[in-house]
């Protein structure tokens, strides 16, 4: 019998798709005090992912990493938007691609 090792966070239903496609995964729980380096990990992974994909799929998985960092940080969604829109309405957004070059003293 053959095998692959990972040795990280996935999403919780991975296990059941595994056992769907005829193959045994074996898991275990990640400690409460390693799950944030757990999913900053992840969270590299999936940014890696996007950069070489490029693709809607990525962002969601990376979207989704970050509603588990919420979650486990005790931060609600609706916080994160709210900080969002602030930023957003004070400094703007990312759309119409300014570049910074240089900042000079008067």
């Known amino acids: 019998m053959s095998s692959v090792h990972y ?3 996935v999403r919780d239903r991975i296990p059941e798709v595994i056992r769907k496609a ?3 995964p074996v898991t275990d729980i990640i400690p409460r005090e390693s799950m944030m380096q757990a999913l900053g990990d992840k969270l590299q992974e999936e940014v890696q992912e996007y950069l070489e994909a ?3 799929e990525e962002m ?3 979207l989704e990493v970050l509603h588990g960092i919420a979650h486990h ?3 609600s969604w609706d916080e994160i938007e709210a900080a969002r829109i602030c930023k957003y309405e004070e400094r703007g ?3 119409e691609g300014i570049r910074l070059l240089e900042v000079r003293k008067q």
């Open 7 to 9: 040795h990280k966070l």
């Open 73 to 75: 940080m005790g931060v």
């Open 22 to 24: 005829g193959k045994e």
């Open 54 to 56: 490029r693709n809607v």
């Open 60 to 62: 969601a998985d990376i």
């Open 93 to 95: 957004g990312f759309e």
